[in-house]
């Protein structure tokens, strides 16, 4: 595999400090690690060797996720878990090995994850999901895996060069997305959809002037659909972290995850999933 030069532009980062989020993130210390290496990681699943971690013999762990993330989670014909492909499913599938366990993905809506928790349905969320002071309300969170920031998509020939420039423009979310908020909390009327790419689609046809989401799932799309460009705007998104979602109180899991992403993160797993899945999805 190349180097990853474009994992750099993800900011794909070992946060390792938790951080007081609000409704649109936090500026967290942008973390380093933006090292990449030439590692392969497909191939080799990382050992557990640490006798701490209790195996769960034959037991699945299944995670809830919302499979319309590329590149953290998307449907393929035949992916890392049965048609679930992306970075945060090879992550959860890593995590479930290193306990003993088997996951399995189930495939819903993002507002109904926490949800889910709630009731039973799945033990844990993964889903390219921002640690917020809301949703810490209703979930408990494992340590940051990634930092992303929302971004703004639109046509290259757009004059929208910053966020205020959207004060007039139609502008396109997807509902509950941390994006959404963002816009809410900058004033502006907008239009929710249920999928990113439906929210493209309108972009595409010219029925809306600009999309609003996370920058990795913003790369690809604007990879895999001529005539749009990035524009970024630190002013107004600041940095937002991505963890796993587990029920309150379920603190015999969160410990088994955090200490999985731990070893996930140093050993550079994670940085590797980053730079594959996103050199797989790129144009170029
Ligand atoms: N990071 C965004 C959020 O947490 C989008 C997540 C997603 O769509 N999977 O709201």
């Given at each position: 595999m190349k180097k990853g030069t474009k994992s750099a532009a993800l900011a794909l980062a070992a946060v390792m400090m938790t951080a007081v989020l609000t409704a649109c993130g936090s500026k967290a210390d942008t973390a380093g690690s933006n090292t990449v290496t030439d590692t392969t990681v497909g191939g080799s699943q990382a050992e557990n060797?640490?006798?701490?971690?209790t195996p769960e013999n034959g037991g699945t762990l299944t995670f809830g996720t919302n499979a319309e993330f590329p590149p953290f989670e998307f449907v393929v014909a035949s992916g890392v878990i049965d048609q679930y492909d992306g970075i945060d499913i090879a992550i959860a599938k890593k995590i479930a090995e290193k306990n003993g366990m088997t996951a399995a993905i189930e495939n819903m809506e993002f507002p109904s994850l926490l949800v889910a928790l709630e009731n039973g349905q799945i033990d844990a969320a993964i889903a390219g999901m921002t640690i917020t002071d809301e949703r810490k309300e209703e979930a408990d969170f494992s340590i940051p895996y990634y930092t992303a920031t929302q971004v703004m998509i639109v046509k290259?020939?757009?004059?929208?060069?910053?966020?205020?420039?959207?004060?007039?423009k139609k502008i396109c979310v997807i509902e509950g997305y941390t994006g959404e908020v963002c816009v809410k909390d900058l004033g502006y009327q907008y239009v929710a959809f249920k999928k990113g790419t439906d929210a493209i689609m309108e972009l595409v046809n010219g029925k809306c002037d600009v999309v609003v989401i996370d920058s990795a799932t913003a790369q690809k799309y604007v990879g895999d659909n001529e005539g749009l460009k990035i524009v970024e705007d630190a002013s107004a998104f600041e940095s937002e972290e991505y963890a796993i979602a587990v029920k309150k109180g379920n603190t015999e899991l969160l410990d088994k995850i955090n200490k999985s992403i731990e070893e996930l993160l140093d050993d550079g797993t994670v940085a590797d999933l980053g730079a594959m899945y996103t050199e797989a999805v790129s144009v170029e």
């Open positions: 060797t640490d006798a701490d971690v290259e020939d757009s004059d929208i060069a910053s966020a205020t420039d959207m004060a007039d």
